[in-house]
């Protein structure tokens, strides 16, 4: 009998594993099918709400009040966690005077005047004084970074110096972390890429219909729906002014440059054939796209022929008043909506009536600007959708049109003066050019002879 009991054990042993083995895996497999219905619930549940609420009445320019809800709270929530910095306006205290207001007054103790064209060792400190203050911070570099807020907004990217204060501010900026990247990111990179897919796929096809009224029709629409899908996944809170000025057909629209979402912010409002660099990536992809149904005009910097033709097709498109208000910034590069810098005549050559735009952005929310050379496309817009909010007022100034007499650099200079003074922006004559090249011995020489003129009079030009 003993001899007799181990094969009667290990008869059943491998049919009471396969029995385990089998129930285990009928346990999974309907484990796994739960997960599955599981999952395939929530998302219908996620694309449902987002459809319903947010995206639906995007596309129809209708608000359901979520968005002021969301930024009141907010609004409150940065006041009251509100943490002043000491110094906000840099660290130079710049004088406004001209050249020779300054070395007027250094000459004030000598009975000679600065209209005795003579040259006085005391005008070295001038020069001398701006030097070191460019060296130490200059008006021109800094227009190419980020904004210097008056206080710290809970985003850790604007206050990269913070050090623990407090227990309960650590907290609420822990909250802040939890809700932008867990809630909010998601819910913004559905509706970017709901609205992008939409724009590329949408103008594709409408590129595919003749020309005619129809076509047109369906291409203002087909952008104007993704722009505003696009502004809901940015939760960009705009305030349009002075609406009776809006740029019509036929004209051009230019305005100052801080970010690509400048176009969606102004196509949130109306259509616009839009001027602009040819970029690669996803910026690349959108141009190749939106070209098909809609007469955009890219263009390469570099190719002169390029400028030409570009010149060639504008004022053919001002001259045809059926077609959408050309779109243009200028200034051809972003700065950090502190400063308007000089904006490139060609644009103001073509002829046509000029309808000036003001965009100014609250820093407190998030930072519009793009910092083009520290990020591409795709990281940008990252930090965009990871910020509390993108706010921003929009005005449309009154139409203006070339005067007589009046040349493209004074024109252009009257344009945006009117713009900067507008959005409390400074007006700075330097070319945005120098984010990329080198300071050209021109601007030097203008200050050479300037300071030549007040030396041996009004007639040098050596």
Same mark, same amino acid.
């Given at each position: 009998c003993l001899c007799s009991d181990p094969p009667v054990v290990s008869g059943l042993a491998p049919q009471k594993l396969a029995g385990t083995r089998k129930n285990l895996e009928r346990a999974w497999d309907g484990i796994m099918d739960e997960s599955w219905d599981l999952t395939f619930a929530v998302v219908k549940a996620w694309f449902s709400v987002v459809v319903t609420f947010i995206m639906l009445p995007a596309m129809f320019g209708v608000s359901l009040g979520i968005t002021e809800l969301y930024m009141k709270i907010l609004v409150k929530t940065l006041e009251q966690k509100r943490l002043q910095k000491q110094m906000t306006q840099g660290i130079i205290q710049r004088d406004d005077g001209s050249m020779e207001q300054e070395i007027g007054e250094l000459r004030r103790c000598r009975p000679k005047s600065l209209a005795g064209g003579e040259f006085t060792l005391s005008d070295i400190f001038y020069f001398s004084r701006k030097g070191i203050e460019s060296i130490v911070e200059d008006e021109v570099?800094?227009?190419?970074?980020?904004?210097?807020l008056a206080s710290w907004n809970l985003l850790t990217r604007t206050n990269n110096n913070f050090h623990y204060i407090s227990l309960r501010l650590t907290v609420i900026w822990g909250l802040g972390v939890a809700i932008r990247y867990c809630i909010l990111l998601p819910l913004r990179i559905t509706l970017a890429a709901i609205g992008l897919s939409w724009l590329v796929i949408g103008t594709t096809l409408v590129g595919l219909l003749p020309s005619s009224r129809m076509k047109n029709w369906?291409?203002?629409?087909?952008?104007?729906?993704?722009?505003?899908?696009?502004?809901?996944?940015?939760?960009?809170t705009i305030h349009y002014h002075n609406k009776e000025n809006k740029p019509r057909k036929g004209g051009i629209? +230019?305005?100052?440059?801080? /970010?690509?979402?400048?176009?969606?912010? &102004?196509?949130?409002?109306?259509?616009?054939?839009?001027?602009?660099?040819?970029?690669?990536?996803?910026?690349?992809?959108?141009?190749?796209?939106?070209?098909?149904?809609?007469?955009? +005009?890219?263009?390469?910097? /570099?190719?002169?022929?390029?400028?030409? &033709?570009v010149t060639t097709r504008l004022r053919n498109h001002v001259a045809d008043k059926e077609k959408l208000p050309i779109l243009i910034f200028p200034e051809g590069t972003c700065i950090n909506n502190t400063s308007v810098m000089m904006f490139k005549k060609g644009s103001f050559e073509i002829g046509g009536r000029i309808y000036p735009v003001t965009i100014k952005y609250d820093p407190q929310f998030g930072d519009a600007f793009w910092n083009s050379g520290k990020y591409n496309m795709v990281s940008y817009l990252l930090r965009m959708m990871t910020s509390w909010a993108i706010v921003c007022n929009v005005w449309y100034l009154p139409a203006v049109e070339r005067q007589e007499g009046e040349d493209a650099v004074h024109f252009a200079n009257r344009v945006k003066s009117a713009i900067a003074r507008q959005g409390g922006l400074e007006d700075l004559s330097w070319d945005g050019g120098l984010k990329r090249a080198k300071v050209k011995d021109t601007y030097k020489e203008q200050q050479q002879k300037k300071y030549s003129s007040m030396i041996v009079g009004e007639d040098s030009s050596d």
């Open positions: 570099t800094q227009r190419f970074s980020s904004e210097e369906l291409s203002e629409l087909v952008h104007l729906m993704c722009y505003r899908i696009c502004a809901r996944a940015l939760s960009a629209c +230019v305005a100052n440059h801080t /970010s690509p979402i400048d176009v969606v912010i &102004l196509a949130n409002d109306g259509c616009y054939a839009m001027v602009g660099q040819v970029h690669g990536g996803l910026m690349g992809v959108l141009q190749r796209s939106m070209v098909k149904s809609c007469p955009h +005009v890219w263009f390469e910097r /570099s190719e002169m022929k390029d400028r030409h &033709l």
